[in-house]
């Protein structure tokens, strides 16, 4: 197996965050799972370098050159993400994984190239879910429209978790026939620290941090959705004789206006001398914080998987979480989990875990995160890439067509292009200078230019090609093609071209939409002709004449 992987999630913003670190473990974990494979790592060039110390010696590295257009104009990005789809169609490779296909300053193969599988790890569907707050601005709802419509397209996808693979099946029920559960696993950097380095750095972060007590510790970041504010309200509205001599540590970076709501609230309960932010932590700081705190809290309304969870309870912390999303996946039968949006129900589980002793279960929950591994997410993911190998790809098909933007012709184009693309990788091919399909319609199915075939056409042969003839004239320039390029020809104009094949070579099939037509045609032609009665028919057409496995 030569598995082609996509970089950029290793190269963005999100290399320091929870994407990055589990694109990375998940490569270090494939590796290990398979290392009779070859791996090529795409770097790309507008980015910042990978970091190739912590990867595997063994993952070979190849740069994409493209010189990348301003990305936050829709139209760029579309020929960013096109000139990816070229320059990918040319590489050597089995299969193409994409370990993140929402990386706003990134590209991403536009439709097109389908020499091989295409796979993508799916982490949440948070903007579609809730769109009111992440899609009330043009530029990033056509981002992630885009994006999402690319990453419904793949043919196979890696959910990091049930609920996501639920989400999306639910949110997207025209999207991949299979969807696999890979999981998730905490960090291999997050383990627990031996008794000698814990007490070194537990001496070190009280220190810092003015800790001479138990705490509390809130890992839950600075996103709205982590209801950092919500963690500390059940933290206030405890029971004075619990909350006495408690201590609350933000353990995370958290933006100036959480950071001042939280200190308001502190001031107006006389709780100032309790908060604590840390800021930025390493990850010996971290570990030492979860396995010294009285309870992790991590009241979050949505998670892909909610790591912090799961790297508390390997590091014994009893956990406080909510009912929703992935968190139940991965809080297991001993955390103690709330609706967020029921008033008070945080803070009766966060009750709870202070009456209960801190030790109680905390085997059972060592051992509950210890189900979670990177040996088993690797070993499910490459038994994924090995099936979605042995499956063939959706043939590509190049559409010929000099139908004008507004005409009854461009309409039953784009009926048809819509149609087809669940059968097919659909490209419109259209003459030099040609207006040809709206822009709304490229990022669905990209518009080459004549010279434009013959270059796609080198790399990488069509399986298939349509010709729609608009007129007499239309048909005698699509006849020229259609000698070196046999194919299905769309005969539906008022004047009819009959054109009969020579050699085997011209049109092998026409397809009328029209009832008279298909009476008119009918007798004329040698070759197949087939009446279409809805657009989806032309795929059952195609299949007819054997270009296509039913």
């Known amino acids: ?99 993140h296909t929402f ?33 009330n601005e043009t530029p990033f709802r056509d981002f992630y429209s885009d994006r999402l419509q690319q990453t ?27 969807v696999t559960t890979i ?26 941090l003015h800790l001479a007590g138990e705490f509390i510790l809130n890992p839950s970041g600075q996103c709205w959705r982590k209801n950092s504010r919500g963690a500390f309200l059940a933290f206030i509205a405890l029971p004075a004789e619990l909350r006495r001599g408690l201590d609350y540590v933000v353990a995370c970076k958290i933006n100036r206006a959480e950071e001042e709501e939280i200190r308001r609230l502190a001031d107006e309960h006389g709780l100032r001398d309790s908060v604590r932010f840390t800021g930025y932590l390493q990850d010996d ?56 949006l029921l008033p008070g129900a945080v803070t009766t589980a966060l009750t709870k875990a202070l009456r209960q002793p801190r030790d109680l279960f905390q085997r059972e929950r060592v051992e509950f995160a210890g189900t979670f591994t990177w040996d088993a997410i690797a070993e499910r993911t490459a038994r994924a890439l090995e099936a979605v190998r042995s499956t063939r790809a959706r043939p590509r098909l190049a559409w010929f067509s ?31 200078g040609h207006v040809g399909l709206r822009l709304g319609m490229q990022c669905l199915a990209p518009q080459l230019h004549l010279s434009q075939y013959r270059e796609r056409a080198r790399m990488l042969p069509y399986a298939h090609h349509v010709y729609s003839c608009e007129s007499v004239a239309s048909g005698a320039r699509w006849a020229e093609w259609a000698a070196d390029a046999p194919g299905l020809l769309i005969d539906d104009s008022p004047d009819g071209i009959p054109g009969r094949r020579r050699d085997g070579n011209g049109f092998r099939a026409r397809a009328v939409f029209d009832a008279r037509q298909w009476a008119r045609l009918k007798p004329m032609v040698e070759e197949p ?17 054997g270009w296509v496995d039913r």
């Open 1 to 99: 197996m030569h598995l082609l992987v996509d970089g950029q999630a290793l190269q963005s913003d999100s290399r320091g965050r929870g994407v990055g670190r589990y694109a990375a473990n998940l490569l270090q974990a494939v590796v290990a799972a398979r290392p009779d494979w070859r791996l090529t790592l795409i770097e790309a060039k507008h980015l910042p370098a990978i970091d190739r110390e912590p990867l595997p010696a063994t993952i070979e590295y190849l740069t994409l050159p493209l010189p990348v257009l301003p990305p936050a104009v829709r139209v760029n990005r579309w020929f960013n993400d096109r000139a990816y789809a070229d320059w990918l169609t040319a590489q050597a490779g089995d299969v193409y994984l994409s370990l």
């Open 103 to 135: 990386e706003k300053l990134g590209v991403h193969p536009l439709g097109g190239t389908r020499s091989r599988p295409h796979v993508a790890v799916l982490y949440d569907l948070i903007p579609q879910r809730f769109e009111e707050i992440y899609l």
């Open 152 to 178: 419904r397209e793949c043919d196979h996808l890696l959910a990091i978790s049930d609920w996501t693979r639920r989400d999306f099946l639910e949110l997207q029920p025209t999207g991949p026939a299979t």
């Open 183 to 208: 999981g998730g696993a905490p960090d291999p950097h997050l383990r627990p620290l031996s008794p000698a380095r814990l007490a070194e750095v537990e001496a070190s972060v009280r220190v810092r």
């Open 285 to 340: 700081e971290l570990r030492a914080l979860y396995q010294c705190c009285r309870v992790c809290i991590f009241p979050s309304f949505y998670e892909g998987i909610g790591l912090p969870i799961v790297e508390a309870l390997q590091c014994g912390a009893p956990v406080v979480t909510t009912d929703c999303s992935s968190l139940p996946e991965f809080a297991g039968p001993h955390s103690f989990l709330a609706d967020p």
């Open 402 to 432: 000099d139908a004008l933007p507004g005409t009854s012709g461009m309409e039953r184009l784009e009926t048809c292009l819509l149609a087809l693309r669940e059968r097919f990788t659909v490209e419109v091919v259209v003459p030099e």
């Open 529 to 545: 002709l087939y009446f279409v009665d809805a657009p989806h028919r032309l795929a059952d057409a195609l299949a007819s004449i």
